[in-house]
């Protein structure tokens, strides 16, 4: 499915500009609603280049657990987060109790049912531990696609 640039007419027959079409088969659909001039097709080249490699990229990305990803992720020298120390919560050594409430459909009636409600911070029994986390965590969801855009890259031949 490649994208590709079309000229948009009037019913008249008059010259409007230039737009992205992308192919679907037998249906063809304007991709934008952009309209570029003559002088802007330098642009509009480049916004094709764009689109058409995301196609290719999408094509190739890898999954989560896939080998090329996890190596680079696992590479310290590989865009390094900034970590702290932090204290969290040890869920393997910790209690959680809930608070018990009557259950409410959709229409606010109570059903009869007993469900768990909300924490019940005073009965739980909270158990803490050191874990170092990036001081943004942003930063690790951004190292995380670009580890799968340079492993789609390469497999694209981009």
Same mark, same amino acid.
């Given at each position: 499915?490649?994208?590709?640039?079309?000229?948009?007419?009037?019913? #008249?027959?008059? @010259?409007?500009?230039?737009?992205?079409?992308?192919?679907?088969?037998?249906?063809?659909?304007? %991709?934008?609603?952009?309209?570029?001039?003559?002088?802007?097709?330098?642009?509009?080249?480049?916004?094709? #280049?764009?689109? $058409? #490699?995301?196609?290719?990229?999408?094509?190739?990305?890898?999954? %989560?657990?896939?080998?090329?990803?996890?190596?680079?992720? $696992?590479?310290?020298? @590989?865009?390094?987060?900034?970590?702290?120390?932090?204290? /969290?919560?040890?869920?393997? $050594?910790?209690?959680?109790?809930?608070?018990?409430?009557?259950?409410?459909?959709?229409?606010?009636?109570?059903?009869?049912?007993?469900?768990?409600?909300?924490?019940?911070?005073?009965?739980?029994?909270?158990?803490?531990?050191?874990?170092? /986390?990036? /001081?943004?965590?942003?930063?690790?969801?951004?190292?995380?696609?670009?580890?799968?855009?340079?492993?789609?890259?390469?497999?694209?031949?981009?």
């Amino acid at each position: 499915m490649q994208y590709e640039s079309v000229a948009i007419y009037t019913l #008249g027959g008059d @010259f409007v500009g230039y737009s992205i079409l992308k192919g679907l088969g037998t249906i063809n659909k304007l %991709q934008s609603v952009n309209i570029w001039s003559e002088e802007e097709m330098p642009k509009l080249t480049e916004q094709l #280049g764009r689109l $058409n #490699g995301d196609v290719a990229l999408r094509a190739h990305w890898p999954r %989560q657990d896939d080998p090329e990803v996890l190596a680079l992720l $696992n590479d310290p020298n @590989f865009m390094p987060l900034e970590t702290e120390v932090v204290d /969290v919560v040890d869920d393997g $050594n910790s209690y959680y109790a809930y608070t018990q409430v009557l259950e409410v459909d959709a229409l606010g009636n109570q059903t009869g049912r007993i469900i768990d409600g909300d924490l019940d911070r005073e009965a739980s029994v909270l158990a803490y531990k050191k874990a170092v /986390v990036p /001081v943004r965590p942003i930063d690790a969801q951004i190292r995380t696609k670009k580890a799968h855009e340079i492993v789609a890259q390469r497999r694209a031949g981009l």
